[in-house]
């Protein structure tokens, strides 16, 4: 990647009232936990925190022949705990726990306090539906099935509800559903989200609203990849969708775009990190991308390497630190209040990372 496309991945500029502060990762402790246990690394896994640690399963990397040589993408459902080790995390172990129903990849995922939801995905041999939860224990009990396939979705938790939208559905649709974990009635389809549907997106709460950011959508009869820039706002007590701000420009205003990011929420704070460079991706979908384009080096991809804070009180943004650990793309990050972990992804596409990041994140709750 030239040095231009390496100074706009990692700059955040000023731009319509958005505050961007460039943070030290010196002063932020990050570490590197065990590896996955797939020395090859996965990514779109489901994966979220437990009391007993990190739940990672399924999951889709190529082990054999690489991507750029025409290589089988090969989906997985095995079950992995890494269990945390709070004074030595670099000590961190991993178990394997009992496999999932089905191989599955690019599912939507929500922690809960009864342990990881998991909704849809692909599997070997298409979309899926099912709906399932992995305990802390790595016990797999079936959940109702949602009423659609999806794949590349998001989900969320808000107090005993999920809930999940973006992807790819059935019919194409911009379709919310909320499941209420605590009763037996099955989802329940609410108000669709507005716009174009959106693929890869990002989804997170505050508590009181659902935060939808992101994503990207290839508009078949224009042959042209839209990268939704506005910020949609859901609110369960009334069921409606609204605008509110935009996803920050580059210092040249350019279009940043979140797809293949991960987000996660504490209090009022969402942190969002990884995902691809918006134009290479996008020239990639349109057909554009150069002969060479799966050969290059990781860096020349762009990923976004930056940890980023969005917080919804003031609707400022915040870049608090770059670490190249975290140019990641389908990845998973999750947190348990006090750090955040950063789980596998690729580093470019078709490559894989095995890599667990942890980032100590109690000062910026502190100091938002």
């Avoid at 129903?101 to 995905?121: K, R």
């Avoid at 109702?144 to 973006?166: H, I, N, R, S």
């Avoid at 910020?231 to 609204?242: A, E, F, G, S």
Wanted: with cysteine; proline share 7%.
């Amino acid at each position: 990647m030239t040095h231009l496309l390496r100074t706009l991945s990692l700059s955040l500029g000023l731009s319509a009232g958005w505050l961007f502060a460039l943070g030290l990762s010196a002063q932020t402790d990050i570490v590197s936990l065990a590896p996955h246990p797939d020395p090859k690394g996965v990514s779109a896994p489901f994966a979220g925190h437990t009391p007993q640690g990190l739940l990672v399963a399924g999951g889709c990397n190529f082990p054999d022949v690489p991507a750029a040589e025409g290589g089988k993408k090969v989906f997985y459902d095995k079950v992995y705990r890494l269990s945390l080790n709070a004074q030595l995390p670099e000590a961190s172990a991993w178990d394997t726990l009992p496999s999932l129903p089905d191989s599955l990849a690019y599912g939507a995922m929500a922690t809960t306090a009864q342990g990881l939801v998991c909704v849809g995905g692909r599997t070997p041999r298409g979309m899926s539906c099912a709906t399932f939860l992995i305990n802390a224990h790595g016990l797999v009990d079936r959940l109702p099935p949602l009423p659609v396939k999806m794949a590349e979705g998001c989900a969320v938790a808000l107090g005993d509800d999920v809930y999940v939208c973006g992807g790819e559905q059935d019919g194409g649709q911009c379709g919310l559903y909320r499941l209420r974990t605590n009763a037996s009635t099955g989802w329940e389809r609410l108000k669709d989200y507005p716009g174009t549907p959106r693929l890869q997106p990002v989804l997170a709460t505050d508590g009181r609203a659902l935060y939808l950011m992101g994503g990207f959508y290839f508009d078949k009869d224009k042959q042209r990849c839209i990268l939704p820039e506005d910020i949609l706002v859901y609110h369960p007590d009334t069921d409606k969708w609204r605008r509110q701000g935009r996803l920050p420009k580059r210092p040249d205003c350019r279009r940043r775009g979140l797809v293949g990011a991960t987000a996660v929420s504490v209090g009022e704070t969402i942190y969002v990190a990884g995902g691809v460079n918006p134009d290479l991706f996008g020239q990639a979908v349109e057909g554009h991308a150069p002969a060479d384009y799966l050969r290059q080096d990781p860096q020349w991809y762009g990923f976004n390497d930056g940890l980023w804070t969005f917080h919804t009180a003031t609707g400022r943004w915040q870049t608090v630190l770059t670490d190249d650990r975290l140019a990641r793309s389908g990845g998973v990050v999750t947190t348990d209040g006090h750090r955040l972990y950063m789980i596998c992804g690729e580093t470019k596409p078709g490559i894989r990372s095995p890599q667990i990041t942890a980032i100590d994140i109690v000062d910026m709750v502190k100091n938002p």
